[in-house]
């Protein structure tokens, strides 16, 4: 079975700093990762996702992960925050198995100090 | 329609009230998921559908709790009896097929008191 971890639970960064947020998984084969967001009150919204090939993948609001099969990793990054870009982030991993599930992690609530 | 669509937003129940949650998933989308998101928490998956089919209930907290999708479009989640740990964000989302990209709907908030 899937799971995903997401060791911090809160992260505060002021405006304009990198970030880098940390995403474990544990899968028995090629996963599909994701990146979701949400907003207070709002509903999930795809940041970007990863389903085979190159590792860098690209994302919406200028994010970008990197997948790092040898550690099972899927960290997303920003190289400039914005204040706009608090919010929960959450890590998912998917199957490429047809008929499985998606698992997410617990999130990670960032905040943007101006 | 443009996007998974959820009805009512919001629900307000009286303890041991039962509730309907409706999920309208994007057209032609094979697979529908329900979670549930309990306030500071991740999605907690609840259960899977492939078209009619449901392919996997194990989420599902309690015999309470029941889904189902008879057309393989439209699923509706429906709460008995409902208990105050039942308050949680219900999220629906669709997708082409299994694991590929979940659209999710803006969730469905529910209040037990």
């Known amino acids: 079975a899937q799971s995903v971890t997401q060791p911090d639970i809160h992260i505060t960064v002021s405006e304009g700093a990198s970030l880098e947020l940390r995403c474990n998984y544990s899968?028995?084969?090629?996963?599909?990762l994701f990146w979701y967001v949400q907003s207070p009150g709002q509903g999930l919204q795809l940041l970007l996702k990863?389903?085979?090939?190159?590792?860098l993948v690209q994302g919406i609001k200028g994010f970008e992960a990197e997948f790092k099969r040898s550690q099972s990793s899927f960290n997303l990054r920003k190289p400039s925050v914005h204040w706009s870009d608090a919010a929960e982030y959450f890590c998912?991993?998917?199957?490429?198995?047809?008929?499985?599930?998606?698992?997410f992690g617990p999130g990670t609530r960032l905040s943007v100090l101006p | 329609g443009a996007g998974v669509s959820q009805s009512p937003r919001y629900k307000v129940a009286k303890r041991g009230q039962d509730v309907a949650l409706r999920c309208d998933p994007i057209?032609?989308?094979?697979?529908l998921f329900w979670y549930q998101q309990a306030l500071g928490q991740g999605p907690e998956f609840l259960t899977y559908f492939q078209n009619e089919a449901q392919l996997d209930k194990s989420g599902l907290p309690s015999d309470r709790f029941f889904a189902e999708r008879p057309e393989g479009s439209v699923s509706t989640l429906k709460i008995q009896r409902t208990q105050q740990e039942d308050s949680a964000v219900y999220l629906c989302?669709?997708?082409?097929?299994?694991?590929?990209?979940?659209?999710f709907g803006q969730g469905t908030r529910l209040t037990v008191v």
């Open positions: 989302a669709s997708s082409l097929a299994g694991g590929s990209e979940a659209f």
């Open positions: 998912a991993v998917g199957a490429q198995d047809y008929g499985q599930n998606f698992v």
């Open positions: 899968y028995g084969a090629t996963p599909y």
């Open positions: 057209s032609g989308h094979v697979s």
């Open positions: 990863y389903f085979s090939g190159d590792t």
